[in-house]
């Protein structure tokens, strides 16, 4: 992105000719890309760009080894490849103050992967922060992160912070120490990580973060849409709903985090924006870390509300204490998740839950570490963020997608819910 090549030229030439015909209808469908544009992003529209953003033309060639597997995409907040991140938060309610600092594009990338971890070109050594490993998703992001780091040929150092800011601040102020060559961080206290991120900035060492932060500069962010997550868990409920008949009006319970993640506020407000029809609809957001609180908190609600009429699991533990207190009840309320845990997907199986929008931890564990290994081995082509691939899972895919977030399973689903263990 830094030099455009006399090829990338005569495109853009060709592109500005082009630009004198007349425009053809738009399509839904965005196009698909396989190199970064160059082009100058379009006036900011009165509305945020909350949604997806799309798929840009082609342009220039990329050193990238990696760069088959990217969709690159324009929007309003990328500019030059520059990706304007507090553009993109600010406007959905996330107070965001951080530099991305590579400017090579914003990319999609699907889980099955066209291309390899790269291989580093020296033994470089990498410390990895997870925010925590409690759930499956966390652990299985770690595992996948230490095979990564085995077939680039990298030393892994691990930390699991267990939600503990103090935890990932220590670990990595012992990393600086020890000179490492990186650091890929999932951050707990998205804007308490600053000083450590500002640390790592004057210690001149990359950081890749594997969720974005809110305070602090990072060199590349891998991420999911967030806002997509909360569209599809609000869909199947819509149209669940339309389906058994019944009036979308009345009380939706969600259940949250009760600290800020932009995470959470992006799913949210896509999920909330979905009912923008169905102005009848109210509501209530219920808080936990943990399954046991969300369990209370859900047994709680459906006590106070048998009205009901749908619900929704924002995250992991979310839903699996919500679908506990579900059977516990043996309420028939409807409800929708995000994640991919097994106890969600056995609950998608058996009933208890609509469906989920999922994501695998195994694609975002593995880009960070290309990611990561890339930059350290002076590729020059780095996207500034890759969004990784959202999928949702009914009663239809269930049983296929098990085996596909869950490849090294030795046990199907209907192994795992009749208790079988690997």
Known sequence: MKKMSLVALVLVVLMLFAACAPAPAASSEPAASSEPSQSAAAEPSEEPSSAAP???????????????????VEADYIKDGVFDINSYYNPLGVECNVTIREDGGVVRVKDEMTTEIPKAKEKFKIGFSVYYTIDEVGAMILDTMKKAAETAGVELLVNDANYEQSAQDQAIEQWIEQGVDGVILAPCDFAGVKGSLDALEKA??????????????????????????????????I??????????????????????????????????DSFAEYPDVEFIELTGTSPEEHYTAFEGALLANPDMIGAWGLYSAATVGMINAKKAAKSDVLLTSIDNDKPILAGIKDGSVLGSACYSGITSANWCMIQMVNILNGVEDIPAA????????????????FDHYYPASTVTLDEYMSGKTE
């Open 54 to 72: 799309s798929e840009s033309a082609a342009a220039g060639a990329s050193d990238n080894p990696n760069a088959a597997d990217f969709e690159y």
């Open 386 to 401: 890759i969004f990784y691939e959202n999928q949702f899972v009914d009663a239809s895919n269930v049983d296929a997608m």
């Open 204 to 237: 001149g060492i990359p950081v890749v973060s594997m969720n974005p932060p809110l305070a602090g500069n990072v060199d590349s962010v891998i991420m999911i849409d967030c806002i997509e997550e909360g569209q599809m868990a609000a869909q199947a409920l």
């Open 239 to 272: 149209d669940a709903l339309k389906a058994d008949g019944k009036e979308i009006k009345g009380k939706v319970v969600y259940q949250s985090l009760p600290f800020v993640h932009p995470n959470a506020a992006t799913r949210t407000k896509g999920f909330k």
